[in-house]
Structure formats: structure tokens, C-alpha cells
């Protein structure tokens, strides 16, 4: 009795380049250098490295921010409360861009903003260092650039 040939799988539709060019961005898995890519695709071969990057689902909104300990660019999931390093391993806090407060230079009152759990603020008008949370008499101090 003859067995049934299975069909071939159909191969998956070539990969096209947008209409209108949109890129977007991420950082490669092995040497974390940035990489640019048309959307759509979903992984990146590094052109420095080789390592092939998947590209995170469509819909998944990113973030960035620089690594404390090793000054990496470090990519994440918006949402993330911390992000930790894959390369010094080092848990960075993420904050969302609208973590922010304010307070007025204990020098020249120029109104300054800075993220939540910061220490202390350095205003870039006049170099002077405000600290966060305590009486600016006892803890400010002036650098100079």
C-alpha cells in the first residue's frame, strides 16, 4: 500500500521593506551596539558581530536608559520597574519619563526638574548642587565645571 507524500510546507512570504521606510530600533544581543531595522522584520543579524537579535513582538512599546554601572544602553520593555544589566549585571531602576519632579535651585531659583530618588540636582545655569528632601543650608555645595 503506497504512503501519502506529505505537501511541502509553503515558505514564508519574502520579507518586503515598508512602503514609507518606518525603521525602528534595538540593541543587539551580542555586542549591544545599536541596530537599526525595518520594521516588520522579526530578528537582525548584528553586521559587526553576527548575533541574530529576535525583534521584540509588534506592539511592544520599548525604552532605554544607560546602565549605572557599566554606562551600556540598555533596552526594556516599557513598564519595566528595574532592568538589570546583561553585561555587568548590575539592576538598574527604570523610571517612566513622567517620574519627575521639581524644585527651585538654592542658588538662583531657577526652577529645576529631576527624576524620583534622586539626591540631589545640579542646576545648569549656575553649577549649583541642590540636594533633594533636606534643608538647602546645611547639604548644598558649588562645583564648578
Not at 7 to 36: D, E, H, I, M
Not at 42 to 60: D, Y
Not at 91 to 116: I, K, S, T
Request: proline residues 10%.
Amino acid at each position: 500500500m503506497p504512503v501519502p507524500l506529505a505537501p511541502y510546507p509553503t515558505p514564508p512570504a519574502p520579507f518586503t521593506v515598508p512602503p514609507n521606510g518606518a525603521q525602528s530600533q534595538l540593541v543587539c544581543s551580542g555586542c549591544r551596539n545599536l541596530l537599526l531595522y525595518p520594521v516588520g522584520a522579526t530578528s537582525v543579524c548584528c553586521a559587526v558581530c553576527n548575533a541574530v537579535t529576535p525583534v521584540p513582538p509588534p506592539g511592544t512599546e520599548m525604552a532605554q536608559l544607560v546602565c549605572a554601572g557599566c554606562h551600556t544602553l540598555l533596552m526594556y520593555i516599557r513598564g519595566a520597574t528595574s532592568v538589570q544589566c546583561s553585561c555587568c549585571h548590575t539592576v538598574n531602576l527604570a523610571m517612566e519619563a513622567n517620574q519627575v519632579a521639581h524644585v527651585n535651585c538654592g542658588n538662583c531659583r531657577m526652577l529645576l526638574m529631576y527624576q524620583y530618588g534622586a539626591r540631589s540636582v545640579k542646576c545648569a545655569v549656575c553649577n549649583f548642587v541642590t540636594s533633594v528632601g533636606v534643608s538647602p543650608s546645611t547639604t548644598e555645595q558649588k562645583f564648578s565645571t
